[in-house]
């Protein structure tokens, strides 16, 4: 069946300018998580949804970043704002309440 | 702040070769361990989810170990091949919830 997807795949921006990155979770997934590896570093959380509210959103970098996610499916996760910082591959993974986790492609961000 | 970390960073063996690599995590609050195999441009893939003290999994050539109370898991590779290659990562899930704490991962290139 359909795995993760993620819009775009890649993204080139020019700082100061706000992004927005989707996600389309596996159907019937209620959990979506949102990670990020930026060069030479691991991945690195940034937020987890439950349904479509947020119980951690301890790893979101600044006030810069914000998620959403509507009808337990769809999220989108906005950077404001963008500094050069912020360019890395975006992953996104999505479960069945606490089972495996399955990810997205990606979309590398690239702020120039 | 959790600590996982992979040895060695990257590796190179050639065709044929068998290999492992580390993942050392925290021994407190543990409650699985992942590993995930990732492909340039491609999604990380689930291999293994490992949760008792003492498991060993097994999936074709590729197999792991876990101690819980020492804080490490190896994955092993028999018989390396060249489709081996790609940066294999080790994540931590703790009891508090199942936000995954990644290890920088072990680039592993197998040559012809």
């Known amino acids: ?112 | 702040i959790l600590n996982v970390e992979q040895s060695p960073q990257s590796l190179h063996v050639q065709e044929g070769d068998s290999t492992n690599f580390t993942c050392s995590f925290p021994s407190s609050n543990f409650y699985a361990l992942h590993w995930y195999r990732w492909e340039t441009a491609k999604s990380p893939e689930a291999l293994f989810v490992m949760t008792l003290n003492g498991d060993e999994k097994k999936k074709g050539r590729i197999s792991a170990t876990l101690n819980t109370k020492e804080g490490y898991s190896y994955l092993y590779i028999k018989g390396s091949q060249p489709e081996d290659s790609a940066t294999y990562l080790c994540a931590f899930e703790n009891n508090a919830g199942n936000m995954l704490t990644f290890g920088g991962g072990t680039r592993l290139m197998v040559k012809p």
């Open chain 1, 1 to 112: 069946g359909a795995g993760v997807s993620q819009s775009p795949s890649n993204k080139v921006t020019e700082k100061g300018k706000d992004v927005e990155l989707r996600c389309d979770p596996i159907s019937g997934h209620t959990a979506l998580y949102w990670y990020r590896q930026s060069l030479g570093q691991g991945l690195e959380f940034l937020i987890y949804f439950q349904g479509n509210s947020a119980p951690d959103k301890s790893g979101l970098p600044s006030d810069r970043f914000s998620a959403e996610r509507t009808g337990g499916s769809v999220s989108t996760l906005t950077i404001q704002r963008t500094q050069q910082e912020d360019s890395a591959v975006y992953l996104c993974a999505s479960s069945f309440l606490n089972y495996e986790q399955y990810f997205g492609p990606g979309t590398r961000l690239t702020v120039t």
